[in-house]
Every structure is written in structure tokens, then in C-alpha cells.
């Protein structure tokens, strides 16, 4: 038995387009639908697209995993399903990259974001219960990606935090297009404090030098905070 051919709308994108493959795909509903992602998708400036990998499945019970060769405890995501899936999506565009979010992929770091977020399509497959099946990452998987040493039990999460920070670089994305700049990691500093009204808050003062209206100075403290931040926090970041 075939699986229904599945048409995916053919949407010419002027930004990042993502294509999120999972298993549980009600997961990601709300998250990509409010704040700076979803103006950034109202702007064009990026669109996030999830697939339910059930729909690729040929089983009558729509099932997508079975039990691991050799046995052991947990089910594990299917190769044919899956390969349905992605073959489907690549019939319609080039990606940039399949990435699989996994504990034992390179570590999530804003440098790659940064490298990342230049992309016009990615595809970013989500694990589930053990794991997906060894093949599918030898031969349709670009990029392994993790963020963190600690286990989830799905990718849904891992894809929407890698989204989120990939579409918040693009430029427009953010009102003030510096705005990203200054955020912790770009150029290894972690970010100075902010503070906003009221300046007084029950004796608890913001710093003099924030309301004085001058601006190099401002900017002068701001880079030595980083740099005092930096250095009791993450002196890791200055090497
Ligand atoms: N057995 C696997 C873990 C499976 S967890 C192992 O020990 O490595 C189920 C799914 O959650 C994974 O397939 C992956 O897609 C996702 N996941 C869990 N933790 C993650 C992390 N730290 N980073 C990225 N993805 C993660």
C-alpha cells in the first residue's frame, strides 16, 4: 500500500523557511503562533512549517516506531516513515540542511545560530522514545545538533529553542536591528544588566551613569559591566 502522495503548499519564501518533522506536532502549535515569531512570520521574514510524521505512515494503526533489533527497552522511530517524509519535502525544495536534534550532536552555541539563521530552507527532524533508526541519520541527516547535556524525551523542544534563536537574528526580525547584537555570546560577552522605570524603587537605585543622558559613557559602562560579567560568570568566553 502507497501513502496518499501529501502536497505541501508551494510558497515562495523571501526568508527562513523550517520545516519541523515530528511525531507530535500539536506540541509546536502554540509556540510558533505568538510574540517576535509570530510578527516575524506575519513580515515574511520566516516561516515555520511542521509536518506530523503520522500522515507518511503506510501502517492501517498509523504506526511510526517499533522495537529495537536486538531487543532492549524502547520503541524506535522507523526508517520508512520518516524517509517518506523527508523525500517528500525535498521534492519540493533545496535545504540548506536536515538537521536531527539529538543529545550526541554539536553542541547548540550562538555561533551556529548565527550561521544558521542565513539559511532559506532547513528541515529539522525531532526524535522521539529511543530514538530514530541509525540509517536514517547515515544517509539523510546534514547536521546533528544538541542543546545540552541533558535527555528530553522528544526533539519538539530542541527544534523550537534552535527556531527561536535563528529567527530572532534575522534582520528586521527585532524592532531595533541592533537589538540582537548586544544579547549575551555575540562576541563572547555575556550581556550588561538593563533596568527600566522607575528609577527608585523603594531606595533600590539604578545606576547614576543610565540617566545622565550621555551616551558614551553609557555605552563605556555597559562594556566594562560585560566584561565584569563576563569574567565572574563565564571567564570560559574571554579565552
Ligand atoms: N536514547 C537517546 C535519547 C532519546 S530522547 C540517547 O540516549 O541519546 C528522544 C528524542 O529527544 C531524541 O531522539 C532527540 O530528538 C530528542 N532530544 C532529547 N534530548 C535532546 C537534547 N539534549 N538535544 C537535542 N535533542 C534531544
Redesign the pocket.
Known amino acids: 500500500m502507497e501513502a496518499e502522495k501529501i502536497t505541501i503548499e508551494d510558497t515562495p519564501n523571501s526568508g527562513l523557511r523550517i520545516d519541523i518533522i515530528s511525531c507530535v506536532p500539536r506540541l509546536l502549535d502554540s509556540f510558533f503562533d505568538h510574540s517576535i515569531l509570530k510578527r516575524a512570520k506575519d513580515a515574511g521574514h520566516a516561516e515555520v512549517v511542521i509536518h506530523d510524521l503520522r500522515d507518511y505512515s503506510i501502517q492501517k494503526q498509523k504506526q511510526i516506531d517499533d522495537y529495537a533489533f536486538g531487543g532492549g527497552a ?1 520503541m524506535v522511530l522507523g526508517i520508512e516513515t520518516i524517509a517518506r517524509c523527508i523525500r517528500n519535502l525535498q521534492s519540493i525544495r533545496v535545504y540548506d540542511d536536515i538537521i ?6 554539536e553542541r547548540f552555541q550562538q555561533k551556529m545560530a548565527n550561521r544558521l539563521s542565513m539559511s532559506k530552507n532547513l528541515m529539522i ?8 533508526d541509525e540509517r536514517v541519520r547515515e544517509h539523510f541527516i546534514t547536521k546533528e ?11 519538539e523542544l ?1 527544534a523550537a529553542v534552535v527556531s527561536d534563536a535563528l529567527i530572532r537574528l534575522i534582520p528586521g526580525v527585532l524592532n531595533d536591528e541592533t537589538s540582537a547584537l548586544t544579547d549575551s555570546f555575540q562576541d563572547n560577552l555575556l550581556a550588561p544588566p538593563v533596568y527600566t522605570r522607575p528609577a527608585d524603587f523603594e531606595g533600590w537605585k539604578v545606576p547614576e551613569v543610565l540617566l545622565s543622558g550621555h551616551e558614551k559613557k553609557i555605552n563605556d559602562w555597559r562594556m566594562e559591566q560585560s566584561i565584569k560579567r563576563t569574567q565572574e560568570r563565564r571567564p570560559d568566553l574571554l579565552q
Open positions: 524502547g536531527y536534534m539529538t543529545p550526541d550532536g527532524l525531532c526524535g522521539h522514545y529511543k530514538g530514530i545538533i544538541s542543546i545540552g547535556d541533558y535527555v528530553l524525551s522528544g526533539g530542541p
